[in-house]
């Protein structure tokens, strides 16, 4: 019996909200390890292992001096501990910063070399390496039209990507779609003019380990005027025990263009935490656009707290040119600690970037999880809409920043975050920080659950609807928002989201 | 974890050659605690967490700014009202321009004369709330009153009070720098009003530490002086007990710093406590911050935080709020809204409201808004003949109307809201 069977719901939290949440994250469905052989290098970290991690990707000297920068700036900074997450100190020097496959030793030439136990592993997860016209496990996919149905995956296992389909056919579009190490390789005048640009090596803690030892990642280029033919997906396995899990990716979306990123991940049960710290950066050139969706669904540890992920990521998108804009979706059900604050930019004039988030926290998971929206640019627009969902003895934080620059006029963000708590043992916490430089722009925050839209309410009334029905379709209708912004791959974690009100929440 | 470099020098400088005065041994106890507490914890600087939008230096300094005195030709507030006044001078009480200390239902003593009495009942508040109002977050500058206040005055108030009990502070030197340190008892079931004007000092540091028993009822209404070059920090420290209310209203007009510092805790069941303040602010060298803190540690509370700022050339509005619900304070209600009107390109609001809560059943939400003033609403009164800057000050004179609502005596609100329109009316 979980610890969400025992619980007493408060009235007027919605029974199907709190058996979603307990579907979600009663049994780890993803918690099985493939028994494959694995070269590590030396535990630890310093100068030799970011040398050997360069070494492995064969990149050229200015790529290993960068990471070595990093490695040095590292050394003099400390962990930050703003964040509401309570969490045993962990030895940096007691992780593997590189697990390969053996049977990756020799980089397979094409998706039919790769060693058939890690194309099983991700057959298993749902995520064949194929180049199929449709993702399988997506229910009702096969009705939909094939043409516009594919999505092109780069798979990444543990430290290295071990393939990624649809090159060719991307390729006669102008797309670039590859591993970061392959990009380095192929395209280092890319990789170089980008890299960095949006998350300085030195931006924070994490985000600087990761400039040091990033092992592989995915790289995204659309070039101007593309609109990408199909979707992209990332999907990170965490295999090998006492491992980290550090990639990198960058995506740039040139002008005019469009692309539709999607990223998954999971891993083993362990009795032991495991570090993931990724970075992700989004350039986006005038009149462009990119969505980015996540289910993060690493191991959250048991209900007593043992093992799990920490995940400490820093992703970021620029929107440098006028008129473009971003798209971050997230929905977080996994990961012992979660700290993530996707964020946009807001360079260019009239860019728009808009953060959707469900954050679900049971047992003795910790999430702390946010965005911030930086206002640079005139008649830049942002929209945050965030839902914490605490059970069990979880905490939830949705931390935030909006903030609208002196030269940012006639900009506008509107932001609502609510929380649920289901069960007395558990925290939902809200950290917004506001700050407003010029007049011009308006920032509406709001986080209150009572207030359904009255002009919604009296539209449903006047059809005939009694005031709690129409509560209820409104109520429901906002939560929805979030998950129809995710995209068809993601339709079955939407459907069991999907019966998540946000009835009884408190604030 | 050693303190910043920063944070000792400015400490050492701070508390060289300081005088803690002399009292009984509870006294000197209390005082020499927070003076530990101080050097422990380290004076605030700009650096810290929560003194992201307001930058301490001023307030920390071992010598003050001076302030050039300024002669307000309005009149002193609430005249018209039958009060006890207790006056101060630079931060130092005059006896002769004060009313005699006596009114039914209080007793009202000279925080000096407290401090000498062995067996004192201010004993068990002076400094205890501040101490207890530490954690979470460290208020370094509040200890710091505690160890170095000079005086001030303690009140037991024992039934309901005969009238309202009005701290009335002057500004009589260029470079004073006060502490003051006020210490209220509402004994069960009492009643009391305190008022409080004037800008006191050069700079100033006041404190008030209040026992709102079961029963009680604290109204406290405080209008910060006008247009004068004071550097403020005040702090507040209640404890509310069962079926009591606690109230209270700011006005700020100018001043080129004010850190108001609320930190209420919710001891007992079914009770209510309001924050509420309204600043207007004119010119780059104005900075406003409402800093709130409010703990909700028992069943059936109501709290509410209101807080509306008009800023203009170049001013600035903090608010920080936070509303805490610990474990098992179930059917709390907790509001907090905190807006910002910006008249012109150059005036900034920064905002930090907070929820942290650890119990279900409880209804907590807030808002924060901040824009220019709603041009379809100046054209409707233009529209209608009112002329632009009387319609202007109609609309911001109605924005702060919402947070004058939360004082309950309406003679006291009316006359705010006079002096509020008379100031916008000046600085048009």
């Known amino acids: 019996m979980t610890a969400l069977d025992i619980v007493e719901v408060k009235e007027g939290v919605d029974q199907d909200t709190v058996d979603a949440v307990k579907e979600l994250s009663g049994n780890y469905k993803y918690g099985w390890e493939t028994e494959i052989e694995m070269e590590y290098a030396p535990k630890g970290v310093n100068t030799d292992i970011v040398r050997l991690i360069s070494d492995k990707n064969e990149e050229p000297e200015w790529m290993t001096e960068w990471r070595l920068s990093a490695f040095a700036r590292w050394e003099q900074i400390e962990e930050p501990t703003w964040a509401m997450v309570d969490y045993p100190t962990i030895d940096f020097q007691d992780i593997y910063y590189y697990a390969r496959p053996k049977s990756m030793e020799v980089k397979p030439k094409s998706l039919d070399e790769v060693d058939p136990k890690l194309l099983a592993t991700y057959a298993k997860l749902g995520i064949p390496l194929k180049e199929q016209a449709i993702l399988a496990g997506v229910e009702g996919a096969e009705d939909m039209p094939a043409e516009g149905r594919k999505v092109a995956v780069d798979a990444v296992f543990d430290s290295v990507s071990v393939g990624t389909t649809f090159q060719a056919e991307l390729k006669k579009a102008g797309v670039i779609f590859c591993s970061i190490s392959e990009a380095i390789r192929e395209h280092p005048e890319l990789v170089k003019k980008y890299l960095g640009t949006v998350v300085p090596a030195s931006d924070n803690f994490y985000a600087t380990l990761n400039s040091a030892v990033f092992s592989d990642g995915s790289f995204v280029y659309i070039p101007p005027g593309v609109r990408c033919p199909m979707e992209l997906s990332t999907y990170f396995r965490i295999n090998a025990e006492n491992t980290g899990q550090f990639e990198r990716t960058l995506i740039i979306a040139d002008k005019g263009s469009y692309v539709s990123y999607l990223e998954g991940c999971t891993a083993p049960k362990r009795d032991v935490a495991q570090l993931h710290a990724a970075v992700v950066e989004i350039i986006i050139e005038e009149d462009a656009e990119v969505k980015y969706s996540t289910v993060q669904n690493w191991y959250p540890g048991d209900e007593n707290g043992v093992g799990g992920i920490y995940n400490f990521v820093t992703k970021r998108a620029d929107c440098r040119g006028a008129r473009s804009k971003v798209m971050w979706t997230q929905v977080e059900t996994g990961s012992a600690i979660t700290w993530k604050y996707p964020s946009c930019i807001l360079r260019g004039d009239e860019s728009q970037g808009e953060f959707y988030s469900i954050a679900i926290a049971n047992n003795m998971q910790q999430a702390d999880t946010g965005t911030k929206m930086v206002h640079l640019g005139k008649n830049t627009k942002s929209r945050i809409v965030s839902k914490g969902i605490s059970a069990g003895k979880a905490q939830n934080t949705y931390r935030g920043l909006v903030s609208m620059h002196p030269k940012a006029k006639e900009s506008r963000n509107y932001t609502q975050c609510d929380s649920l708590l289901i069960g007395d043992k558990c925290g939902a916490h809200t950290v917004p920080y506001i700050e407003v430089r010029n007049n011009s722009s308006r920032v509406e925050h709001e986080a209150t659950t009572s207030k359904v839209d009255d002009d919604q309410l009296f539209y449903c009334r006047s059809r005939g609807m009694d005031e709690e029905e129409a509560v209820a379709l409104v109520v429901n209708g906002f939560c929805k928002e979030v998950l129809q912004a995710l995209p068809m791959e993601f339709a079955m974690e939407a459907q069991a989201l999907v019966a998540i009100s946000l009835e009884g929440s408190v604030g | ?428």
């Open chain 2, 1 to 428: 974890m050693a303190l910043a470099k920063l944070k000792v020098e400015t400490t050492d400088a701070r508390l060289s050659g300081v005088v803690v005065p002399d009292g009984a041994a509870w006294s000197n106890a209390v005082r020499a605690d927070a003076l530990s507490r101080v050097r422990q914890m380290g004076l605030p600087t700009k650096r810290d967490e929560y003194w992201k939008y307001t930058d301490p230096a001023s307030l920390t300094t071992a010598e003050p700014s001076s302030a050039a005195l300024f002669v307000n030709d309005e009149g002193p507030l609430f005249e018209a009202v039958d009060r006890v006044r207790i006056v101060f001078v630079d931060g130092v009480f005059d006896a002769g321009a004060s009313d005699d200390l006596t009114a039914e239902g209080v007793e009202i003593e000279r925080l000096a004369d407290a401090i000498q009495t062995d067996i004192h009942w201010a004993k068990d508040l002076y400094g205890v709330l501040e101490t207890r109002g530490q954690t979470p977050v460290e208020r370094p500058l509040a200890a710091l009153n505690t160890a170095l206040a000079t005086d001030g005055v303690v009140i037991r108030v024992t039934g309901k009070a005969a009238k309202p009990i009005n701290f009335i502070y002057l500004h009589k030197d260029e470079n004073s720098d006060a502490m003051l340190h006020n210490v209220v008892k509402v004994e069960a079931g009492a009643e009391v009003t305190i008022l409080e004007t004037g800008p006191a000092a050069a700079r100033f540091s006041k404190m008030l530490e209040v026992e709102v028993a079961d029963g009680a009822t604290f109204h406290h209404v405080r209008a910060q002086g006008r247009d004068h070059e004071r550097r403020a920090v005040t702090h507040c420290f209640a404890r509310i007990g069962a079926n009591a209310t606690f109230k209270s209203f700011t006005l700020t007009f100018n001043g080129v710093l004010t850190r108001n510092e609320c930190i209420l805790e919710i001891v007992g069941d079914d009770s209510v406590a309001h924050v509420a303040g309204a600043c207007v602010g004119d010119g780059k060298d104005f900075h406003h911050d409402d800093t709130v803190f409010v703990t909700h540690d028992s069943l059936n509370c109501e709290s509410r935080q209101v807080f509306k700022k008009v800023l203009r050339n170049g001013a600035t509005g903090v608010f920080q709020g936070k509303i805490l619900v610990k474990a098992g304070a179930q059917k709390t209600d907790g509001y907090q809204i905190s807006q910002s009107l910006l008249l012109d390109e150059d005036s900034q609001f920064l905002a930090k409201p907070e929820l942290e809560i650890y119990a279900d059943d409880v209804a907590c939400s807030h808002g924060s808004t901040s824009g220019a003033i709603d041009e379809t609403a100046l054209f409707y009164l233009r529209s209608r003949g009112v002329p632009h800057d009387e319609a202007r000050n109609l609309l911001t004179l109605s924005f702060l109307a919402e947070s004058l609502e939360e004082i309950d005596d309406a003679g006291l609100a009316e006359e705010l809201r006079d002096r509020l329109e008379a100031w916008l009316a000046r600085h048009s």
